[in-house]
């Protein structure tokens, strides 16, 4: 019996690192933001953007944060890729915008409007 309940133990714990739960808290692995750059108006910018003006800070939060406050918060990339699979990240982010208007995004840097300015975002591993 007391064998048992060890093993449901473990699988629970499993379970929580494999969807994400545990590296999320414990931090691990590299760190990554967003930054904003505001680049200017959108009547006279002259590429590809993402009208970002109305997207939903639960949808984007990376994106929502950086354009407000020049930066976001961190998104810790789990040590053996399991995390990815399981949690949002700001590259799903930059996927999703990619995937509705794929010239504004070039690699690690998309660019988009809200409220009539256009901000660069660009994805940027943290220096420690």
Same mark, same amino acid.
């Given at each position: ?17 494999? @969807?994400?739960?545990? !590296? ?14 505001? *680049? ?20 984007? !939060?990376? @994106? ?32 999703? @915008?990619?995937?509705? *208007? ?15 300015? @256009?901000?660069?975002?660009?994805? *940027?591993?943290?220096?420690?």
């Amino acid at each position: 019996m007391r064998q048992r309940y060890i093993l449901v133990l473990v699988a629970l714990v499993v379970l929580g690192l494999a @969807v994400g739960a545990l !590296p999320s808290l414990l931090k691990s692995g590299d760190p990554y933001r967003v930054q904003a750059t505001d *680049v200017g108006n959108a009547s006279t910018f002259d590429g590809a953007t993402y009208d970002a003006t109305d997207v939903s800070e639960r949808r984007f !939060p990376y @994106v929502t944060e950086a354009i407000a406050d020049g930066t976001s918060g961190s998104y810790y990339e789990g040590p053996f890729g399991v995390k990815e699979s399981f949690s949002h990240s700001p590259f799903d982010e930059f996927g999703a @915008v990619a995937t509705r *208007v794929p010239n504004a995004v070039e690699g690690d840097v998309a660019y988009v409007t809200y409220n009539g300015t @256009v901000y660069r975002l660009e994805i *940027v591993r943290e220096d420690e």
